[in-house]
């Protein structure tokens, strides 16, 4: 019932930008949260970013300075990682969130299914 498709990702050089794009869809009545989150090889799932449907934003500390969150509802609910001054250590499959509700007053959770970030020189 939520479809989370994510788009931007690619091969950059050191100090080079990318912006992530999450397209979120579906019977949603609400989104609480939406969020970005990155797994490197041999890691754990991390947080990125996130913002809350009020536009509060959230970072882990090594994206405070580098990356921004954002949100937009037109046309439809999308939410994007500008990320700036990349470095071989962001170099990960990024994964976008949402949380919320559905029309049918369930909660959901839900994930995108990822896309690549590459940093090399």
């Known amino acids: 019932q939520v479809t989370i498709v994510e788009s931007g990702g690619g091969s950059v050089r050191p100090g080079e930008s990318l912006r992530l794009s999450c397209v979120v869809s579906?019977?949603?009545?609400?989104?609480?949260?939406e969020g970005w989150y990155r797994q490197a090889p041999g890691k754990q799932r991390e947080l990125v970013a996130t913002?809350?449907?009020?536009?509060?934003?959230?970072y882990a500390d090594f994206a405070k300075d580098r990356f921004t969150i954002s949100r937009s509802n037109n046309p439809a609910d999308t939410v994007y990682l500008q990320m700036n001054n990349l470095t071989p250590e962001d170099t990960a499959v990024y994964y976008c969130n949402a949380g919320g509700r559905l029309r049918g007053m369930a909660e959901f959770d839900s994930w995108g299914q990822g896309t690549q970030v590459t940093v090399s020189s």
């Open positions: 913002i809350t449907g009020a536009m509060t934003k959230n």
């Open positions: 579906g019977n949603i009545a609400m989104i609480h949260t």
